[in-house]
Nanobody
Framework: VQLQASGGGRAQAGGYLRVSCVVS????????MGWFRQTPEKEREFVAA????????YYADSVKGRFTVSRDRAENTVLLQMNALKPEDTAVYYC??????????????????WGQGTEVTVSS
């Protein structure tokens, strides 16, 4: 499974951005797609996830109500729409694929494949 993240960029606080992740390869093995983010000061943290077949979303409390995760299986794409952005949302965002159904969706250790990351910067 290969993941290619794109989008992101810069926005003002209160604004919006969208990051996307195109998935290729053995997509039929995917159980859950996740989004994580990381800054130099913090460990990588869970942002959101969605089950590949059922489309059930999961969100970190810090983004609930502001971010929306979705997937288009026909296009093999996962989207993270980020609204009402805050400066603390500034990070490098990574998409990840879980193909083994081991562990929890919020744990980065549960994911087997990772994209290269895309940068999001929110200014106040």
């Amino acid at each position: 499974v290969q993941l290619q993240a794109s989008g992101g960029g810069r926005a003002q606080a209160g604004g919006y951005l969208r990051v996307s992740c195109v998935v290729s390869g053995r997509t039929f093995e995917i159980i859950t797609m996740g989004w994580f983010r990381q800054t130099p000061e913090k460990e990588r943290e869970f942002v959101a996830a969605i089950t590949w077949v059922g489309g059930s979303p999961y969100y970190a409390d810090s983004v609930k109500g502001r971010f929306t995760v979705s997937r288009d299986r026909a296009e093999n794409t996962v989207l993270l729409q980020m609204n009402a952005l805050k400066p603390e949302d500034t990070a490098v965002y990574y998409c990840a694929a879980d193909t083994s159904l081991e562990g929890r969706v919020i744990s980065e250790k549960s994911y087997d494949y990772w994209g290269q990351g895309t940068e999001v910067t929110v200014s106040s």
